[in-house]
């Protein structure tokens, strides 16, 4: 038994030359050129969707190496932390500020002594002004009483 056909124009076809086979003949043109341009088409979508997946495996490769890159640092880190030289190094840092901090301390402590020290010399400076301003003013006095 045969299978059915599924375009019976293939087995009712007109033997005689003539306007039916102009008539399939452009029939098989026009087929031929839409199938020409679904392909163009489909392979511009192929083109299209390859340099989009592309694009996606470069930035996805991008992606893989920064996280390795990061990955890598923080074992570094992790290491570090286990073997206890962070704390070492945490320690060595806490000792020059502590050292940073009494410097600091002292001289401000020195800042301070400067600073009484001054103004008890502005303070001095003040008074001997006073003084001789009052030591003018007698002066004058004496001179304006004196007689001549």
Known sequence: MLAPLKDRSVIERDDSPGAADT???????AENMALRLA???ARRSQR????????????????????QTLNLSLQQQCEEYASG???VSLGQRLMVLEDNNAQLLA??????YLDKSLCAAHHE???????RDVAISCLRTDLLHRPN
Do not use: P
């Open 39 to 41: 392909l163009r088409q």
């Open 48 to 67: 299209r969707n390859a340099t989009l997946t592309a694009r996606q495996i470069v930035a996805l490769n991008n992606e893989v190496s920064r996280l």
């Open 85 to 87: 030289q962070a704390i």
């Open 125 to 131: 400076c003040e008074r001997l002004a006073r003084e």
């Open 107 to 112: 001289a401000a402590q020195q800042v301070w």
């Open 23 to 29: 008539s399939q003949l452009s029939d098989l043109q």
